[in-house]
């Protein structure tokens, strides 16, 4: 059963700072990994999506890596601002598109 | 871009009422819906797949009588809690996939339901 971690559970960075979120899973053969982003109290937005034959994508300020061998992927988000407080949770889909979820880093961003 | 929609937002109800959750794909057809819940600072927890026309496959754990799940459209499916329970309380949210579209799920912004 894939496995999916998400480090730290909470970070808060003074404005301005880059972010750098982490995701790792068990099991390597994934066709895609994505990234969303949820608001206290509301639904998920997704923020990246990339495929297993890319190692990186990129949206404005948000730059997302996977490292399919090592079961890793990485979240960037440059110049933090205090509109990035959120909750970052990545996912990876297995048989049927199910989607397993890590349980998420929460940001804060501090003005 | 596809946009996906839940009614009600929010939802207070009696224990031992039932309540119905309804996960609409406005601008898209989906063959296959999603049903997550998710618990205070915790995350997404898959309850069930619902399939056009067919049942829905219930995860491990999931009661499926106590979780009825229907899906008589393309465009819509229906999660309903029956005999809802305090400890029922959650957020739920439904994802759609689109027929022949990438894997991306669009998902829903969520139903909050307190059974006091």
């Known amino acids: 059963k894939q496995e999916v971690t998400q480090i730290p559970a909470a970070l808060s960075v003074p404005e301005g700072e880059n972010l750098v979120l982490n995701c790792s899973f068990t099991?390597?053969?994934?066709?895609?990994l994505q990234w969303f982003r949820q608001d206290p109290g509301k639904g998920l937005t997704s923020l990246l999506l990339?495929?297993?034959?890319?190692r990186e994508q990129t949206s404005g300020r948000l730059n997302a890596s996977l490292d399919k061998s090592s079961g890793r992927s990485t979240l960037y988000i440059a110049a933090s601002q205090p509109g990035d407080s959120a909750t970052y949770l990545c996912?990876?889909?297995?048989?049927?598109?199910?989607?397993?979820f890590g349980a998420g880093t929460t940001v804060t961003v501090r003005a | 871009g596809a946009v996906v929609s839940q009614h009600p937002s929010w939802v207070i109800c009696k224990s031992g009422t039932s309540v119905k959750i309804e996960c609409r794909s406005l601008?898209?057809?989906?063959?296959?819906m999603f049903w997550y819940r998710q618990f205070p600072k915790q995350s997404l927890m898959l309850m069930a797949t619902?399939?056009?026309?067919?049942?829905?496959?219930?995860e491990q754990g999931v009661e499926k009588d106590k979780f009825l799940i229907n899906h008589a459209s393309l465009t819509l499916s229906t999660l309903t809690v029956t005999s809802a329970h305090p400890e029922d309380s959650s957020f739920y949210i439904c994802?759609?996939?689109?027929?022949?579209?990438?894997?991306?799920?669009?998902f829903g912004p969520g139903t909050r339901l307190l059974v006091l």
């Open positions: 994802s759609a996939r689109e027929i022949g579209g990438r894997e991306t799920q669009y």
């Open positions: 601008d898209f057809q989906a063959t296959t």
């Open positions: 996912a990876v889909p297995g048989a049927f598109y199910k989607l397993s």
């Open positions: 990339i495929q297993s034959s890319q």
């Open positions: 619902s399939n056009e026309g067919s049942k829905a496959t219930y």
């Open positions: 099991d390597s053969a994934i066709y895609n």
